[in-house]
């Protein structure tokens, strides 16, 4: 009996521990699970704790685009011609934007594109270039276009620098018109005076009140705009003494005013026309790039450098320079740079005539005088270069000894007159070269004595008389 006792109540406490147990699972499943729930709960919070802040850290920060977009636009458009104008307006591009908003007016966000055209650099019109760039404007819907050429412009007599047509909102800029160098910053500075002259207008009253907002510009700005008078196109450089770019208003007949509040045309001529000529003529060598004549011409170099050195060896030329005086010396030289220059031009058929061409007059003078200027640079490139060359082939060539003895000077030869010698011996060797020169071919000429635009003219020209004289 005790024993069955026993066994019952030892089931039964196994049983009550069982339950026991299996209670305590649950507690600690269930505790498990809350501390789950309550981890999520936490983690959630902290993500969304943490877009919060990330959206309060936004919205603290100043929206820069938000302040750009949130101002009026005004799209102003650049029309290049090929090549040269239309590199130097990809580099103007990225900054003009910027520069528009600080010199012209910061109440409007400005954007600047451009569209490259041919007509541009072919017309040398400049009514023509107008009209174009004002078909191309309102194709793209601008508020203000520029044309950019780098062909002279010529209208009514005047030799055109830059030219504003306020009521049409349009402009164009010659660039030969703007001189040498620097051309970045000139055309920079013209590009924003146009606007200016656009956008704010061209009347007396209009640029006063420019004026006055110019004077009180901040100067410590890096482009140095603060300079330049609301009547400038842009800052005067050594040649503005020369030949002064002078800003002048006529009405559509084409008279000048100084009515105010008339409708006007501004212009900025070349002025005089004389010193005009001085002003065009530089910016066209330069964009001829007359350093191009020399490769150009690298052979015609070595051959009249092989012939030069040749000579050196015979003791009749070292006699030569030992009796030459100065005057006779540079007579030679001058001789044989004219003589160069001259032959290139008539070999090649690079001068221009009336009979070419239906260009005015004043247009021919100006091309023919950029084609002299630029191959005379590039033979003055050629003498100088020949000259270092025959220099350190005199110290090389001819025994000291030798040339001081009997059969030489019969004297000392100092430096002086090694130079002497050098000087001499390239002015010969420069007569000789201009020979090989004429047989040169023609394209290669043409390539390397013109830049783009001036070269299309001179093919073009060729190609109109060879016409005419199958006609006939």
């Known amino acids: 009996m005790n024993d069955d006792r026993n066994e019952e109540a030892a089931e039964q406490s196994e049983k009550e521990k069982s339950t026991e147990e299996k209670k305590q699972k649950e507690k600690d499943s269930m505790r498990d699970s809350d501390s789950d729930h309550k981890e999520e709960a936490e983690q ?6 943490t877009e919060e802040k990330e959206q309060e850290e936004k919205e603290e920060m100043p929206d820069s685009e938000s302040d750009h977009t949130e ?3 005004l799209h102003v458009g650049l029309i290049p011609a090929p090549k040269a104008a239309s590199d130097l307006s990809d580099k103007l591009a990225g900054e003009l934007a910027d ?25 040398e019109n400049a ?22 050429t780098d062909m002279p412009l010529f209208k009514d007599g005047e030799f055109i620098v830059a030219e504003v047509e306020e009521e049409l909102a349009l402009a164009q800029i010659s660039l030969p018109a703007l001189g040498f160098a620097p051309l970045l910053r000139r055309v920079r500075e013209a ?9 704010h207008g061209s009347s007396e009253e209009a640029r006063d009140r420019e004026q006055e907002r110019v004077d009180n510009m901040d100067p410590g700005n890096d482009k140095n705009m603060h300079k330049i008078g609301s009547r400038e196109l ?46 065009l003529t530089s910016g066209m060598v330069r964009a001829n790039d007359p350093y191009k004549v020399v490769t150009t011409f690298k052979s015609v170099v070595a051959v009249a450098f092989a012939t030069g050195a040749y000579a050196l060896i015979f003791p009749t030329v070292w006699m030569l320079a030992d009796s030459y005086d100065e005057i006779r010396a540079a007579t030679l030289m001058v001789i044989s740079f004219t003589a160069m220059t001259a032959w290139i031009i008539i070999a090649h058929k690079l001068w221009e005539t009336r009979s070419e061409t239906n260009d005015n007059k004043y247009l021919i003078r100006l091309h023919n005088a950029s084609t002299v200027f630029t191959i005379g640079f590039g033979v003055a490139i050629y003498y100088v270069l020949l000259f270092f060359c025959f220099l350190f082939a005199v110290f090389l060539f001819i025994p000291p000894d030798l040339l001081e003895s009997g059969d030489g000077i ?22 000789i070269g201009a020979i090989g020169a004429g ?27 060879e016409e005419a004289d199958e006609k006939k």
Not at 44 to 49: P, Q
């Open 44 to 49: 959630s919070e902290e993500e969304k704790t």
């Open 99 to 123: 520069l528009l908003r600080d010199y012209v007016d910061d109440e409007y966000s400005w954007k600047v594109e451009i569209v490259v055209d041919s007509y541009i650099g072919a017309e």
């Open 71 to 73: 101002l009026p636009t």
């Open 439 to 465: 047989l040169e071919d023609e394209e290669t000429v043409l390539k390397g004595t013109y830049g783009y635009r001036q070269r299309l003219r001179k093919e073009y020209i060729q190609r109109m008389k």
């Open 410 to 431: 019969g004297r000392p030869a100092g430096l002086p007159y090694f130079l002497y010698l050098a000087w001499l011996i390239t002015s010969i060797a420069t007569v």
């Open 191 to 199: 590009s924003l005076q146009l606007v200016s002259e656009m956008h």
């Open 127 to 148: 009514a023509k270039t107008l009209q174009q760039a004002q078909s191309i404007s309102d194709d793209k819907n601008w508020d203000y276009a520029i044309a950019v």
């Open 234 to 279: 842009c800052k005067a450089g050594p040649l503005n003494r020369f030949a002064p770019i002078k800003r002048i208003t006529v009405n559509i007949d084409r008279v000048t005013v100084d009515e105010e509040g008339a409708d006007t045309t501004v212009r900025f001529i070349a002025s005089p026309r004389a010193n005009g000529y001085m002003r």
